[in-house]
């Protein structure tokens, strides 16, 4: 008889990686799909052009590298994924491509590979486009069709002036709520990323603390800004960022106390950069700027051991 | 009000724990043709020294091997039946153990027993030399001498004795039926082991997945001097001593410290029916409930004679019910260890024998840490786990003590939540050996 013979524990709790990333991708669906809705053809394009480039580089470098091939553990589709519900509608393809490359060979893979990396992927490669293509990153573009819409305009390819955090006064909350206003792809419609959210707490994929606490800090200092904080909350990109970009596990603090400091951070970036910066959106640089700061906060910050004499502290 | 400690996972929520296949079986005695009894069941100590030959006979309870060293425990016959055999045989530890067979005559003639009687009112200084003479060690699973655990220095001021009887464990249910089955001898135990230390509080920590067993100890505890019945939080490891400690007196034991330090005293709940069986009729112990379950046909829980070999106590369950086992562990799947052959004999300390298929068994891949926080959240000491395996796969075995490596304790809490499947745990035991041996 050939026993396994090993240390405990015997038997694993049921979530692997492939399984938590399986569920970040089934929670971006109500997105994915809002952005088929809105935008047809085109939003389809850019999210089968970015989750192919994404899994076939992460594929081509772990080939090339002589690495395991890890491609199965879902981690490059999230990562492509969510880039493409970052981008407006009408970019050539090649943006999506080159993203997705950046992302997964720069930013992640040349850093180690999954969990080394010190940026989230899909936001640094987001921030790259938007500097270097800035003609076709900060275009956004109306809908195709409305969803429980007022009277919010729609058109094909209609070239709004720009996101909606321009012109806050004029846009219905319902519209902003259902995604009937210009914007990126996946960010538009809150309903679907609030479903989403739902979804990964329940899952217990994520905790509340990150976005809770990131779209309340907005929320507060729009209101001490004298802007409509529910407006504030429910423009540009900071659902889609607090929900699923800010809760990037690798890029995140690892205890609660600075889950808690780093959504804070977040939260006071984007009011921040919304109210005095020169773009019109800050969710991507101020999530960015936080997972820079996130190595520190995890040096910085330490818990009191069980057993930790005071004389000895 | 249930207490509890932060941190901990409740593990295999979709089996309840692998509790079900057994927590309604009542405990069934089991005797074997057989027993093979090592000479080192205990810890802290030099193993016992066999003190019968080949081809005696013995009698039930009979003293076969005597203690070494204030710390020694004794060994006792745990059948009637002859000596077959003193040797070295492989056994569930590195190496090999020296152990007495014997052959089952079937009479269980005992040897003569002589108690202190009630607990209550024997004289007190005698309870310790009882439970030394009677081979007692702990047998929740670490061994060590129970005789020795009480006899604490006046100095360390030990107010608090806590029974342990949490079983947070997977699969496991033996603590479990004995608390609802024989009650009194627990309450017994405990009061014997306060008498005997000097202290005047004693709790009986239960978690509350166990509620008919709660219910049987509050009602045997029922005007017991200084006893109280204490529900835990059902959550792992809650029956790791230094977390029932917190949980119970929200004391601390300091780092590198024992339980003295912070005034208790953990006995589990078995080691305290010994402890009564000890005082009250001079018993050695001889015998303890296992729970026998996983891939076997009848999983039960076996009141089995010390050194029944686990072939034959899983045959007295319906034998498995695969071809070919994965895994045998004695104890839960959480810290439990691997049985080398199913031929290796149960110990005074066996509270489990859990048999996992050859899927269940096999080896996940480890691989990249995602620093998805899951170690931080759930470590019961709040260290970092993630930090200390890459510092032990860093070989930075100096920093790793720095971050207090010392202080895990080992319970696999990390291991078993981590979606990237890294051996955690194992990383960090086997860099506090090298930190052991290189005097780091």
Request: without cysteine.
């Given at each position: 008889m050939a026993l396994h013979i090993s240390t405990g524990p015997h038997l694993r709790a049921k979530a692997d990686t492939q399984r938590l990333m399986l569920d970040v991708l089934i929670a971006l669906c109500p997105a994915t799909a809002a952005s088929i809705y809105f935008y047809g053809i085109k939003a389809v394009l850019i999210i089968l052009v970015s989750v192919a480039a994404a899994v076939l580089s992460e594929f081509v470098w772990q080939k090339l590298a002589h690495k395991p091939i890890r491609i199965s553990d879902l981690s490059a589709a999230v990562t492509g994924l969510l880039l493409a519900l970052n981008l407006p509608a009408n970019v050539p393809l090649w943006i999506p491509l080159i993203g997705s490359v950046f992302a997964i060979i720069i930013v992640k893979q040349l850093f180690g590979g999954i969990g080394h990396n010190f940026l989230n992927p899909a936001l640094a490669a987001r921030a790259v486009l938007l500097t270097s293509w800035p003609s076709h990153m900060t275009k956004a573009y109306l809908p195709l069709r409305t969803l429980f819409g007022s009277a919010a305009a729609t058109g094909v390819d209609t070239l709004a002036s720009a996101t909606p955090l321009l012109v806050p006064g004029t846009t219905e909350v319902r519209d902003l709520f259902f995604g009937n206003i210009p914007g990126a792809i996946g960010e538009t419609c809150k309903l679907a990323i609030l479903i989403g959210l739902v979804y990964l707490l329940v899952r217990r994929v994520?905790?509340?603390?990150i976005p809770v606490v990131m779209v309340g800090t907005v929320a507060l200092c729009s209101w001490a800004f004298g802007a409509d904080p529910l407006k504030a909350v429910l423009s540009g990109g900071l659902l889609l960022g607090a929900c699923f970009m800010a809760t990037d596990y690798v890029t995140t603090p690892m205890l609660k106390l600075g889950h808690m400091i780093y959504a804070v951070g977040c939260g006071l970036m984007v009011a921040l950069i919304r109210q005095f910066g020169n773009y019109p959106e800050g969710v991507t640089y101020a999530i960015l700027l936080m997972n820079i700061v996130t190595p520190l906060l995890d040096r910085a910050l330490k818990r009191k051991v069980y057993g930790e004499v005071k004389q000895h502290g | 009000m249930k207490k509890t400690f932060p941190g901990g996972v409740h593990p295999l929520p979709s089996q309840h724990q692998g509790k079900p296949l057994t927590n309604d079986k009542a405990i069934r005695p089991f005797v074997s043709d057989v027993v093979c009894i090592p000479m080192n069941m205990h810890i802290a100590a030099a193993p016992s020294k066999p003190i019968v030959k080949k081809g005696d006979h013995v009698l039930m309870g009979q003293l076969i091997a005597e203690a070494v060293g204030p710390r020694g425990v004794p060994v006792h016959a745990s059948v009637s039946g002859t000596v077959k055999d003193i040797g070295m045989v492989q056994q569930l530890g590195k190496t090999t153990s020296q152990c007495i067979t014997i052959e089952n005559d079937f009479n269980d003639e005992w040897v003569e027993l002589k108690g202190l009687g009630n607990v209550e009112n024997c004289d007190a200084d005698q309870i310790i030399p009882a439970i030394q003479a009677a081979g007692i060690i702990g047998m929740g699973g670490a061994g060590f001498p129970t005789h020795f655990k009480l006899q604490v220095p006046p100095e360390k001021k030990v107010d608090t004795i806590i029974l342990n009887g949490a079983e947070c464990e997977t699969f496991l249910n033996a603590d479990h039926r004995l608390m609802l089955e024989q009650p009194v001898r627990v309450v017994d135990g405990l009061r014997a082991a306060m008498r005997a230390a000097h202290v005047e509080r004693g709790y009986i920590a239960i978690e509350d997945n166990k509620k008919d067993a709660i219910a049987a100890i509050e009602s045997a505890a029922k005007g017991r001097k200084g006893v109280q019945v204490v529900t835990l939080k059902a959550k792992y490891p809650q029956g790791a001593e230094k977390q029932i400690i917190k949980a119970v007196t929200h004391r601390e034991v300091p780092s590198g410290g024992l339980p003295a330090d912070a005034g208790c005293i953990v006995l589990n709940v078995g080691t305290a029916a010994a402890i009564a069986d000890a005082v009250i009729d001079g018993k050695p112990l001889v015998e303890r409930v296992t729970t026998v379950t996983g891939r076997v046909r009848e999983p039960d829980n076996l009141l089995l004679r010390v050194g029944t070999i686990f072939l034959d106590a899983i045959g007295a369950c319906g034998?498995?019910?695969?071809?070919?086992?994965g895994k045998i562990i004695a104890g839960g799947t959480m810290t439990g260890i691997c049985a080398p052959n199913d031929t290796v004999s149960m110990t005074k300390t066996t509270n489990g024998i859990v048999v996992l298929d050859q899927q269940e068994a096999t080896s996940l891949d480890e691989s990249s840490c995602i620093r998805c926080g899951r170690c931080v959240e759930v470590c019961p000491m709040h260290l970092d786990p993630y930090r200390l395996k890459n510092l032990c796969d860093a070989n930075q075995l100096k920093e790793a003590k720095d971050q207090h490596i010392m202080d895990c304790i080992l319970c696999s809490s990390c291991s078993y939540i981590c979606p990237a499947r890294r051996w955690i745990m194992s990383s960090i035991k086997n860099a506090r050996e090298l930190i052991a041996q290189r005097g780091i």
């Open positions: 994520i905790s509340w603390e | 034998g498995y019910t695969v071809e070919e086992p």
